[in-house]
């Protein structure tokens, strides 16, 4: 079975500094794992996905997260937070079906 | 670019009403579409896959009784939630893959917010 743990259900950063949001993934089988955005009272946003290939993926709005098999890892990060990044994050492993993490609300200081 | 469409965007109906949720994909095909529901400031539960042409495959511990799902052409499922009751209020969210089962370009739905007075 596949899962997806993510650590810290909010996150608080001062704009323009660095955002770290952690996953970790468990899988029988090579993952596809993704990093979804939801904005309040919206649908889901893809922000970037890892199939295959390189393991540092680049997504929308200057997302990028790292995919490293021997930490079971998917973290996002963006190298400078901006106040419009304040949303909820989830972290998802699988391919037909997907499942979703907790999800970690971000937090964006002035 | 593919989109997924959700009707309506919100409802409110009565205890023990039924209620219907659309979701479409516009511009493509979607022989598989999934439902995930979505209680206040928690994550998306998948609660079942639906499939045209055959019976939707349900999650452990959702009702199929309940949840009733059709997968009715391929560009349309929907989401019948029978017999309301209060705790069954939530944010119903719908995906669609974008090609045959075993990709991984999933398209969301926006969302139903489901009231149940």
């Known amino acids: 079975a596949q899962s997806v743990t993510q650590l810290g259900s909010h996150v608080s950063v001062s704009e323009g500094a660095l955002v770290l949001l952690r996953c970790n993934y468990s899988?029988?089988?090579?993952?596809?794992l993704f990093w979804y955005v939801q904005y309040p009272n919206q649908g889901l946003q893809l922000l970037l996905k890892y199939t295959t290939g390189a393991t540092l993926v680049k997504g929308i709005n200057g997302f990028e997260a790292e995919f490293k098999k021997s930490e079971t890892s998917f973290h996002l990060t963006k190298p400078s937070a901006h106040m419009s990044d304040a949303a909820e994050y989830f972290c998802?492993?699988?391919?037909?079906?997907?499942?979703f993490g907790k999800g970690t609300r971000l937090h964006i200081l002035p | 670019g593919a989109v997924v469409s959700q009707h309506p965007s919100r409802v409110i109906c009565k205890s023990g009403t039924s209620v219907k949720i659309e979701c479409r994909s516009l511009?493509?095909?979607?022989?598989?579409m999934f439902w995930y529901r979505q209680f206040p400031k928690q994550s998306l539960m998948l609660m079942a896959t639906s499939n045209e042409g055959s019976k939707a495959t349900y999650e452990q511990g959702v009702e199929k009784d309940k949840f009733l799902i059709n997968h009715a052409s391929l560009t349309l499922s929907t989401l019948t939630v029978t017999s309301a009751h209060p705790e069954d209020s939530s944010f119903y969210i719908c995906?669609?893959?974008?090609?045959?089962?075993?990709?991984?370009?999933?398209?969301f739905g926006p969302g139903t917010r489901l009231t149940v007075t």
């Open positions: 995906s669609a893959p974008l090609s045959p089962a075993g990709t991984y370009e999933q398209y």
């Open positions: 899988s029988s089988v090579p993952p596809y």
């Open positions: 998802a492993v699988g391919d037909d079906k997907i499942i």
């Open positions: 511009d493509f095909q979607a022989t598989t």
